[in-house]
Structures are given as C-alpha cells and as structure tokens.
C-alpha cells in the first residue's frame, strides 16, 4: 500500500451503550489498515478503556457532553485521539496500580490506562484541569503484523 | 456481538455463572446484579464460565474485584473457567491469575470446589 494520509472522525454522545459502536468503528479502520485480528483486539480494548474513562470519569456518566474520537492512518501508523472537554486530572499523579491493594479496598475501575499503556506502542495523556483531556495512542504496523504487499501480490 | 447474557445453574452447592456476549461498562451491571444475587442467597461459591464470552474491558474484570473479598470472607470463592486466548490475555495484563485461580474446564473448577 502507498503512503497515504486519511483521517477518520466520530463524536459520539458519551453513553456506556455507545462503547459497541465506538469499538465497531476502531475496529473496522484497523482491519482496513491491514493490522492482523490480534492487534485489532488490542486497539478496540485500548479506545474502550479510554472512553470509559471519558464517560465516567471526565463527564461523571453525563450523556449530555461529547466523546470526539480522531483516527488518523499515516503509513505504517494508526493516530487514535480521545477528547472530551470535561473534568482535567494530574496525569503525573497516576500510579501503576497495585492490583492487591486495589482487591483489598475494593477499588473498581482505574486500571483503563494501565491496560491502554500496555496494549498500545505509544499513550500520551494530556489534560487540561477544566478544560478536558485528550489522550493520544498510537500503534505501529510493522512487527511483520501483515504480509508486506510485495510479497503478497509476488504469487 | 449481540449483547451480554448471564446464564446460571446450579451444581449441588456451587453456582455457574455462564457469560455470554460482551462484558463492558455498559454490560457490567448486569453481571454485578446476578453476583449480587448470589450472595444475597448466601451462595459463595462460584465459577465464572468465560466459554461462550467474546469481548471484556476492565470495566468486567472490575466487578469480580469489588465482589471477591465479601465472597472469600464467607468462606467461598469465584473461580473462573474457559477463557479464550483473547479474553486470557486481559485478566493476565491485570496480574488476575495471581489473584483468581483459572481453569481450562468448569469441570476442573467444579472438582477443586468439590474437594475441598
């Protein structure tokens, strides 16, 4: 495939029932890429967990506002931005968390960015106390993911 | 994907839940209302059977956290069983095995239950 630039663009009321259709959308961008089933499954994962936060989180489960999400395929490279414009957060103050302590009080939740950290090649969080968050992720196609194209069309 | 289900059935004093669907923070209420319900009935011990399961985010892995500790305390436990590769993968991000014990089959699950 040429390298080519395309940009993809969902603003979605933030509603848990929306999740399906967000990950639908991630989803069948990634399979156009040409990234491989499980790849496709980690970046569906990492968007869920960052919407989720959105919805929760940054809006505090208020449909009313908007998620905004932004694919932008470069060559070799999926660009996926989360927006909201709702509560920021100290990103410096996120801890990886201590998953015993977690299971001793109870805690629910707060483990989205860890996953994304982990499913993703690059997660950046930038947030604006007030203002919004957007998270910035980024996954690579060049791990032998897929077939290069000259060996696919040389049979 | 069509949804999220819960299943349960009853093998002589051990409750199987069986998911199935996707399990996210849209779908997780519902999974945390037949955990309730298995404890409001005093049944501590269970198995999670992931077979028929095709998609969790932590929002699902979140409800058996806020769960095992009331459910250990009365002396039971979930155990989890079948998992795909796929849904396998999100619990072992977690650290959850270290914290749940897995099976292959329910049946294993049911045996470890059993012999205790």
Same mark, same amino acid.
């Given at each position: 495939m040429a390298a080519k630039s395309n940009k993809f663009h969902l603003k979605i009321p933030?509603?848990?029932?929306n999740l399906e259709i967000i990950r639908d959308f991630v989803a069948k961008i990634a399979r156009k890429v040409g990234f491989n089933e499980d790849d496709i499954n980690k970046i569906e994962l990492a968007v869920d967990e960052a919407c989720t936060n959105v919805i929760k989180?940054?809006?505090? %489960? %208020?449909?009313?506002n908007p998620i905004d999400i932004t694919i932008q395929i470069d060559y070799q490279k999926l660009t996926i931005l989360v927006t909201d414009k709702g509560k920021g957060f100290d990103p410096?103050? +996120?801890?990886?968390?201590d998953l015993q302590e977690y299971l001793a009080e109870m805690r629910? =939740? =707060? +483990?989205g960015i860890y996953l994304m950290k982990n499913l993703m090649d690059e997660v950046e969080i930038n947030s604006k106390p007030g203002k919004g968050n957007q998270v910035r992720m980024v996954k690579y196609l060049?791990? =032998?993911?897929a077939p290069p194209p000259q060996a696919a069309n040389s049979s | 994907m069509d949804g999220f289900e819960v299943q349960r059935k009853i093998s002589n004093d051990v409750v199987i839940l069986n998911l199935k669907g996707y399990l996210d923070a849209h779908t997780a209420p519902q999974l945390e209302k037949a955990l309730q319900t298995c404890i409001d009935q005093k049944e501590y011990k269970i198995i999670i059977n992931?077979?028929?399961?095709?998609y969790i985010s932590s929002a699902g892995l979140g409800v058996f956290m806020g769960f095992i500790e009331e459910i250990r305390q009365h002396g039971g436990d979930l155990k989890f069983s079948n998992m795909n590769p796929k849904i396998f993968r999100v619990f072992d991000l977690l650290g959850f095995p270290n914290l749940f014990e897995i099976f292959d089959d329910e049946r294993d699950a049911l045996n470890k239950f059993n012999s205790k």
């Open positions: 933030s509603q848990t029932d989180h940054a809006y505090d %489960n %208020n449909s009313k410096t103050k +996120l801890k990886t968390p629910v =939740g =707060g +483990l060049d791990k =032998g993911d | 992931f077979e028929n399961l095709s």
